[in-house]
T-cell receptor, first 111, second 111 residues
Framework: QKEVEQNSGPLSVPEGAIASLNCTYSDRGSQSFFWYRQYSGKSPELIMFIYSNGDKEDGRFTAQLNKASQYVSLLIRDSQPSDSATYLCAVIFYNNNDMRFGAGTRLTVKP | EAGVTQFPSHSVIEKGQTVTLRCDPISGHDNLYWYRRVMGKEIKFLLHFVKESKQDESGMPNNRFLAERTGGTYSTLKVQPAELEDSGVYFC?????????FGPGTRLTVL
């Protein structure tokens, strides 16, 4: 079983719709959860982090964490073509800073 | 404020040669990480420095890889001798705490 799992996609949504990206992780002791966005040929860019159960909102982005279900998601409201990228879920296990990544979900927002 | 920088951006070498990658973290960040993404795979953790000390090097694939961070500032990752399977993008990241900021990566091609 992979440590961090994501649907590879591609996920396609129309402009203005809500994009929902999902991630599950294997270790119940995981402490910290991150969403990175990566444009083709570029480096990962941190867009959200969440440490506690529940929802965290930042502009058009909402991260949702459910530790009991070992599940973290990212919602993108009012999706724009510029949101088209690969979204990487990353988890810090235990209480150190060593991060494990999922394979990423490719999102396409169609005008 | 300058972000994480990496040099070179691209490197093409032949099997058996040596390559040294450099990473300059964000000023003041004690934590420095190396990651690698090979074609079609997820980003994989290689190692983590706290200042000049190796906190965790469990992700280093074998003894052909040597990372250093003398003086706790910039870091180098040397691959000697390089093999075909070492091709990929090598990312460096730095952090004050848990939120890691990535450099642009070095694309390594071993022929």
């Amino acid at each position: 079983q992979k440590e961090v799992e994501q649907n590879s996609g591609p996920l396609s949504v129309p402009e203005g719709a809500i994009a929902s990206l999902n991630c599950t992780y294997s270790d119940r002791g995981s402490q910290s959860f991150f969403w990175y966005r990566q444009y083709s040929g570029k480096s990962p860019e941190l867009i959200m982090f969440i440490y506690s159960n529940g929802d965290k909102e930042d502009g058009r982005f909402t991260a949702q964490l459910n530790k009991a279900s070992q599940y973290v998601s990212l919602l993108i409201r009012d999706s724009q073509p510029s949101d088209s990228a690969t979204y990487l879920c990353a988890v810090i296990f235990y209480n150190n800073n060593d991060m494990r990544f999922g394979a990423g979900t490719r999102l396409t927002v169609k005008p | 404020e300058a972000g994480v920088t990496q040099f070179p951006s691209h490197s093409v070498i032949e099997k058996g040669q040596t390559v040294t990658l450099r990473c300059d973290p964000i000023s003041g960040h004690d934590n420095l990480y190396w990651y690698r993404r090979v074609m079609g795979k997820e980003i994989k953790f290689l190692l983590h420095f706290v200042k000049e000390s190796k906190q965790d090097e469990s992700g280093m694939p074998n003894n052909r890889f040597l990372a250093e961070r003398t003086g706790g500032t910039y870091s180098t990752l040397k691959v000697q001798p390089a093999e075909l399977e070492d091709s990929g993008v090598y990312f460096c990241a730095s952090s004050l705490d848990k939120e890691q900021f990535f450099g642009p990566g070095t694309r390594l091609t071993v022929l």
